[in-house]
């Protein structure tokens, strides 16, 4: 019986609505020619379909939310009809001003400023001083003002900007670059499938309060800084050179501070233009901010100190250590932790530490003469330090007329070295002693 009588209760209210519906709706277009459809059909042309919106069910009226996160100790669930039916849900914090969560929350998912919004709960309008009569799940009438604005939509969202007919369409793209920071020269602005000239005044067009444009963008790029997780949109100036551009941002953006901008993994050099690297629309371009890493460089009783930006080359290290010690750059042989450091890759790549130490070899295709001492004799191999231990062992084999390398063990310091390590990784010297031992499996 209970059940019944809510399914009634719903049902007369569904009714109420409709009513207030269509009043609003009349009094929303009083102002212009669009049929009441028009209008729907314009505001909510891209409508998203989000978590917490509510849906109606029109068999038996029955509501269902499809995101009830309420917490009945400090909230309360409310619901908002929109002019098109639509039913929002959401829900209020009792320690907090009942009516500025709503507006707040009416904003974030249907683009409407607070100022535009009329709230009514039954015949009564809401302000600050009534909205504690809300309770809880309270439906509220949700009325868009009348004023000279126009509804801006992009990438579903919309924006309502103030207008006054006699404006050309080159204000209307001011106010929406002060306003959303959409770049000025990148706006197609689109009314009834007409592209919109900048000299030309809205009336031309034949637009009017609660109109309904569509922003699309040209030579636009993406900018991410992930440091601060934050995303800038900018016009695409073919023939602007990187340093220009940086410049820019700078002016434009407080705190940048010196960066590298990157475009698929390469850095951008400022002497260069845009255009030079073929940057498509809607592109994302990476900003990084430059940072400098001390480490030395060892080399026999040689300790160089060295500071490098972490976006420049191991060949940038080489060339500095070719203008301090006079090492020719292609004689180095870099090395951090036991590998050799090539020549093209940035250093930020080999995540080289604060203060580390990397150490360097010249010329190590020069053959190193080492001793390798068995139980029952010694002999000399000729090996470099780029070459394996596995090298070596083929080189003893060869020497000594032995069938299996991998019979062998070789140990250096009492520290066994592995096939798959250079003898730079143990940091064997010329002239030094290795230890060999025999497998007696084989």
Sequence with gaps: MQLSANYNSINVFQMQSEQKNNLFAKETMEDHNLTQSENQANLYEKE???????TFLHQGGIFHNVNPSCDEDSSIQVFVQTPNGRILSLGVNNNVDYLEQITDYIQQKEGIPPKRQKLYLGPKILDKINSKTIKKNSTLHLKISSSNSIIVVYNNQRHFIDINLNECVRDIKFKLLQEYEYPFHSQLLIFKNRLLKDDFK??????????VILLKLKNFIYI???????RFMRNLEAKMTIKEFKKKLQSKYTGLGDFHLLYRDQILKDEKELQFYNIADFSNLELVEKQ???FSININNIKLEMEKEQYETIIDIKKEIQSQLEYPVFKQ??????????????????????DSKLFLFNNLKQPYEIVIVDDFDDFVVNITLNDKIYALKNKICESQSLLFPNAIHLFYHGRLLKDNKDLAYYNIQNYDFISMEYDEDF
Excluded at 48 to 54: N, R, S
Excluded at 202 to 211: F, M, V
Excluded at 224 to 230: G, T, Y
């Design 48 to 54: 998203d379909h989000q978590k917490d919106e509510m």
């Design 202 to 211: 809205l009336h031309d067009y034949k637009i009017q309060k609660h109109s």
């Design 224 to 230: 991410n800084q992930a440091s601060k997780n934050r």
């Design 292 to 294: 400098y890493i001390k």
């Design 333 to 354: 042989h870099l090395f951090y932790k036991g590998i050799e450091l090539e020549n093209d890759v940035r250093i930020i790549k080999y995540k080289i530490e604060e």
